[in-house]
Structures are given as C-alpha cells and as structure tokens.
C-alpha cells in the first residue's frame, strides 16, 4: 500500500481530511475525559454520563477513525473516506448526547466501509498480511454488530483487540518483505490467528480468555522474532526510535496476555491489568513510533526527528506500569493515579507532536 506524495485522482486533498482527523482526536479527548471519571477523577469533559463509553470511544472513535483515514489514503478512493467520517460522527454524536444506537450504528457502518477497502486489497493481493487486516477488519465489524445488539463493552473488547492487533500485526507483516518470514514461521503465525480468533469468540468462557491470552503472547514472541526491528533498533535517529517502540510495545502485548492466561477472565483487576497493558502499552507504543510516518503521509506535514521523541514514550511505559501494579497489588489509589499519568501522556505525545510539525515548517522555511 504504497503513500503517494501527490494526491492520486479520485483521492481527497489534505483540506477534506483534516476535519475526519479532527473528529477522531475529540473522541480521544472525550474518552480520555470518560476514563479519568470512571476511576473517580473529577474531569471538567465530558457529561458524567459518557464514563460508560471510555471503552468504545477509544477504541472505535478515535483509533478506528484514525486507522481508517490512513487506510483511506493508501487506498486513494474517495469513497473509502465515508469510514472514518462515520466512525468519527459516531464519537461526536455520542458527545451531543444522541442515544448511543445512533453512534454505535455509525461506527458499524464506518467499520464496515474498512471491511470493504480491506477485502478490496486483498483480492488485488492475495498475502498474508493483506488476509490478516482483513481478519482484523471483521472483528471489528463483528464486535460492532454484538454491540448495537446490547451486549456490554466487556463482551465484545476482544473482538475490538482484534481489529487493532491484527491491524498492526499486518502492516509489520508487510514491512516483512525486507526480512521475510520461513514458510515454518509463516504457518505458525497462521496457527496464532487461529487462537486470536478462537478466543475473542469466546469472550464469555474462561476458555475464551485463556486461548485469547495464548494467542497475545505467542503473537508478541512471533513478533519479538520476526520483525525488522530487532535489526533496525542498532541504527540510529527516526529508524531506532520506531524500533523501541516497536520491541517494548511487544513486551507489553505478552505481559497482557500473561496476566489474561493467570486470571482466566475478562473481570475485575486482572481484565483492567490485561487490558491496558495491550490497548496502552502495546497499540499507542505502535502509535507513538508510526506517528512520524503517518502523520505526515495523511495531512502533508513534516515531523523532523528529535530525541524529545522518547519523553512520551517513556512517560507511557512509567505511567503504565503504576497502573498495572496498581491492578497486581489491589490498590485503586495506585490505579487511578497510573489513569491520571496515563491521561498526561498523551497531553504529552499530542504537544511533541505538534511541536515537531512546527519545527519542520521552520526548517522548510529556512
């Protein structure tokens, strides 16, 4: 899926796409603000009513619209940009206080549209990792669909993990062809996909969650293996900073799944340990290290490389792990002050960020 400097015909410019990117970072400003009431935080933003939606607003508002516009732009087709609107809209409805069947109606549409770029570029490429998206794509379609149809977060957050997991585990495998895998390793990845998919469909059985747990941590040793990365982080600037993100957002993949395998259910201390030791530790350590790379290929900005790149991320790990032995040692004040740290890092990632974008238009000016 190759990022064109130029826009493509049929593709949408810059301007269109900035407000589909807009979207998604409200829901994250909103499911930031539903977590910290959640864990007892008195947050200004949002309504005390949205803390039940941290969960969907994160995950479906603001990843699932960001993953969905980066899609957009690699498959350069106007209408593959309706996901990301609708998947955002679905957020921002959901902050109006529309009734949550309208947003979640809108975020399954908007998965939807993905599940369709996604078939669409595996019938053109028929490869591992174009399959693996695509599995990830439908879980998170089918997750979506449990949901409108009133099951709990709770019930269906496996199906979501999926979408993001397998999202990433495909584009790294697709960076793969720099280093690509033995047939044997090939055919025990597809062994992995099979555990992933076997135990978010079982989200309801201790079975579910112990096979859910195997699958994370053999995916994050397959990936400790197998990606470039363990080459790439001797190197140094940009290319060494993705590698650590890549390698420590792995370690936390298989810490997530060991604690899912020790508790056996997706419930109480361990479902909060196990959680976030995967959506935080592993998906935004995945975010911090790519955000250099895709922020620029959809909104046409540069990001400079500079080694203040590396506060977020360990503001990140630090924060995590008070949460996580918050949740190991039964001690909420330590949880909610992890949620707090967690919260400050990703004010944190956001003013890097922008301050990185304002450093490359000086030196493009200069």
Known sequence: MSRSATTRAGDLGVPFRLPLLV???????????????????????????????HGPLMLSGFLGTVIGLERAVALGRRW???????????????????PQAVGATAILGG?????AGSALIMSRQRELFTVTMALGAASWVSGNLL?????????????????????????RLELSRFLPPS???KRVFAVILALLLLGS???????????????????????????????????????????VCLL???????????????????????????????????????????????FPSVVRVKMPYHPTFYLPLLALHVSLLV?????????????????????????????????????????AKG
Not at 80 to 98: D, K, M, N
Not at 147 to 167: E, K, M, Q, Y
């Open 183 to 185: 047939p044997i390793a």
């Open 201 to 243: 469909a079982l989200p309801l059985l201790s079975a579910g969650a112990r096979f859910y747990g195997l699958g994370l941590i053999a995916l994050a040793l397959w990936l400790l293996r197998q990606d470039i990365a363990r080459r790439t982080v001797k190197e140094r600037g940009l290319t060494r900073f993705i590698a």
């Open 248 to 294: 420590s957002g792995y370690t936390w993949l298989a810490l997530g799944g060991l604690t899912l395998i020790s508790a056996g259910e997706l419930a109480g201390a361990a479902y909060d340990a196990a959680l976030h030791a995967v959506l935080i530790g592993f998906v935004f350590s995945m975010v911090f290290g790519h955000a250099p790379v895709i």
């Open 80 to 98: 593959a940009y309706t996901g990301p609107l609708l998947t955002g809209l679905g957020g921002f409805g959901t902050l109006l206080g529309l």
């Open 147 to 171: 949901w409108l149809a009133g099951l709990p977060p709770a019930s269906v957050v496996a199906l979501w993990i999926n979408f993001l997991v397998l999202t990433i585990a495909g584009e």
């Open 323 to 363: 949460r996580f032995c918050g949740d190991v040692m039964s001690l909420p004040g330590l949880v909610s002050l992890g949620g707090l740290l967690n919260a400050a890092t990703l004010v944190l990632f956001i003013a890097s960020t922008l301050t990185s974008v304002i450093r490359g238009r000086h030196q």
């Open 23 to 53: 979207l998604g970072f409200l829901s994250l400003a909103t499911g930031v603000g539903a977590g910290l009431l959640r864990m007892g935080w008195a947050a200004p933003f949002p309504p005390a009513e949205l803390a039940a939606l």
């Open 111 to 115: 998965s939807a549209v993905l599940l």
